[in-house]
């Protein structure tokens, strides 16, 4: 969601600028811009749509020479995506430039107060009184200018901004944005996510909230909003830099999706030393455990719909009772945490503005919050008291796939442990877990190679208009799972029910020919989710299940079956979520959908 990219060094800026926001276009975006000092004055240059508009427009950066600049990808907030509102934005004499990602809450009494002054805007967005307060506030110290603009607007913000006659320095601050700043030989860096500029520098500094950060070509220097100079630490990136390229892939999904196996692996193995689970990052005593009386998850999208499996889970195994919350319900419902609750929040950006603000509410009231987070040093996993990192690496394609299925293992090893301690499993149960967990890399890897099954179905299916899933228990929150990926990037409607409950009325949209995917999983609900199947097909649906190997009996129900590898009920969801996810993928790729970029997309939803 709106992606920030900021260059002054040795270099031309524009090329790198360019290159910068293309590795953040995985963000979502529908327009961009940027701003580029010649040696004299700031050139803009915007586009409405895909980033190669911009490129064609500037001839890759050519046409911009600078060694000084911001970028910005526009994810609309505020106004239509066209060139007025896209950033960069000015102020009236174009000499400062701003580009915004965020909600400026208090915009429009600035904009009246800017108006009021004699102040023109030209865009409807609330960055631009960002520009329009600069120049109000600027005497010839920036710095000045920024802190006095800073103590006047409430809201979120990560911001670029250049002076005109500054042009040996470019401003950075943040508060509930994310902003990283970097640094190499040639030149210093802002940018929104640490793959923009993965490829000059792996020297990187998380700008805190309301730190201002002044870059120079050759050092960087960090204030409080009070002016007050302060000390930070650059951190080592130690990813891999093709971990963020499609590496022979036709899309990041399709990668991605491969990579599950090693992820699954990655999150699992540093927690299994000889026969027990060690998860050093929950940081709590066994006894601590036990007092859990209550566990609240909450998180967005298919964060949340792991957090609705790992309800059945948790509670199944170590019967502790867990309420799931979409984080954008919990932080406003007040909702009631009694003493012993533990609050987890799953996040793979670790920067969804719904899911930080329940963070915070839940540790406002003095509970503790356990982050399950992918990306290193974002905003949940350094604000949450405790965090357990999902070892999936930089996740490009904004459907995910393999942060969901790191995400799920990671809450089954909290789930085993809980139960271990609580001993409400004993050890024949726990050995066996431990024995189907590590057996699941490889099980998924075999639904994996076993594409092309689904590649063919999926293609009878590009036209469908409207398709169901429905399951019961784990194997509704599949459905979940399964419904959204399809929808997601295929722009097909869908929708998912519990299985029991399509009778209660969605039953009346099945026709002739309608898909319905039914998920079956669970042994002990097999001959209701029959029941259910049948229901749909004597009402003319075409009935595609996904279950275990062995229950031949679907046969009799279903029209086209998938089987996944036999492995304990609990983690069903790992195998089963495969075969939805290549479905949802083929379906897009036959429509000839913008896979790894849906449209109104963003991968880190930074605003409520
Ligand atoms: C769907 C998807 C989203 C995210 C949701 C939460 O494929 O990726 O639904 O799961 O926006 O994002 P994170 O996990 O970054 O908090």
Request: charged content about 25%.
């Amino acid at each position: 969601m709106c992606g920030i990219v900021g260059y002054i060094g040795k270099k031309q800026a524009a090329p790198i600028i360019l290159d910068g926001l293309a590795r953040l276009e995985y963000r979502g975006y529908d327009s961009a811009g940027m701003a580029i000092f010649d040696g004299e004055r700031i050139n803009i240059k915007k586009s409405v749509g895909r980033l190669k508009i911009l490129e064609n427009l500037t001839h890759d950066g050519k046409m911009m020479p600078g060694l000084l600049g911001i970028g910005h990808t526009r994810w609309a907030t505020h106004g239509a995506p066209n060139n007025e509102n896209s950033h960069p934005h000015f102020n009236e004499d174009e000499t400062i430039a701003v580009v915004h990602n965020g909600i400026i809450e208090n915009y429009l009494a600035l904009r009246k107060k800017m108006t009021d002054k004699g102040y023109h805007f030209r865009s409807e967005t609330d960055t631009e009184v960002l520009a329009h307060l600069l120049d109000y506030y600027y005497k010839g110290n920036p710095l000045e200018a920024i802190t006095k603009v800073l103590h006047r607007v409430s809201g979120s913000y990560a911001l670029g901004i250049m002076f005109a006659d500054h042009p040996d320095e470019i401003f950075a601050v943040r508060k509930d944005s994310p902003l990283i700043v970097g640094q190499n030989e040639d030149g210093c860096f802002i940018a929104s996510d640490v793959p923009a500029i993965l490829k000059y520098t792996r020297t990187v500094t998380y700008v805190e909230n309301q730190e201002i950060v002044r870059l120079r070509e050759d050092h960087m220097h960090f204030y409080t909003v009070d002016e007050e100079e302060i000390a930070k630490t650059p951190v080592t990136i130690d990813w891999d830099a093709n971990a963020a390229e499609k590496g022979g892939y036709e899309h990041f999904m399709l990668k991605e999706m491969y990579e599950q196996p090693k992820t699954v692996s990655d999150t699992i193995s540093p927690r299994l030393k000889g026969n027990e689970i060690v998860i050093e990052e929950l940081n709590m005593s066994d006894d601590e455990i036990r007092a859990i009386k209550k566990i609240h998850i909450v998180a967005c999208g298919s964060a949340y719909h792991t957090g609705v499996t790992a309800k059945y889970v948790m509670e199944g195994l170590a019967r502790i009772p867990v309420e799931v919350d979409v984080a954008s319900e919990f932080r406003y419902r007040n909702p009631i945490l009694e003493e012993g609750a533990l609050v987890i929040v799953i996040s793979q950006s670790g920067e969804t503005a719904d899911s930080l603000a329940a963070l915070r509410e839940s540790k406002a009231r003095g509970f503790k919050v356990l982050g399950i987070v992918n990306v290193v040093g974002s905003s949940i996993a350094r604000e949450a008291d405790n965090v357990m990192y999902t070892w999936a690496g930089p996740e490009i394609a904004v459907a995910t796939t393999k942060a969901y299925s790191a995400q799920l293992v990671a809450l089954y090893l909290l789930a085993i442990k809980f139960a271990q301690v609580k001993e409400t499993i004993d050890e024949i149960e726990f050995d066996g877990m431990l024995e189907d967990l590590k057996r699941l890399p490889d099980q998924i890897e075999l639904l994996l190679n076993n594409k092309q099954r689904i590649q063919r179905f999926a293609n009878r299916y590009i036209g469908a208009k409207d398709v169901f899933f429905i399951g019961r228990g784990i194997d509704y929150a599949i459905s979940l799972e399964g419904s959204l990926k399809l929808k997601e990037i295929s722009y097909i409607h869908s929708e998912a029910y519990a299985a029991g409950e399509l009778k209660h009325g969605t039953i009346s949209l099945i026709e002739e020919g309608t898909l319905v995917a039914a998920v079956s999983t669970q042994p002990a609900l097999y001959q209701k989710t029959i029941s259910n199947m049948v229901e749909v097909k004597a009402r003319g649906a075409f009935v595609l299940a996904v279950t275990c190997e062995g229950n031949k009996e679907i046969e009799k129900a279903a029209d086209y079956v998938i089987y996944i590898p036999e492995t304990n009920a609990y983690f069903a969801n790992s195998l089963a979520i495969i075969p939805l996810q290549l479905f949802g993928y083929y379906v897009a790729v036959g429509k000839g959908c913008d896979v790894d970029k849906p449209r109104n997309l963003a991968k880190s939803v930074t605003v409520e």
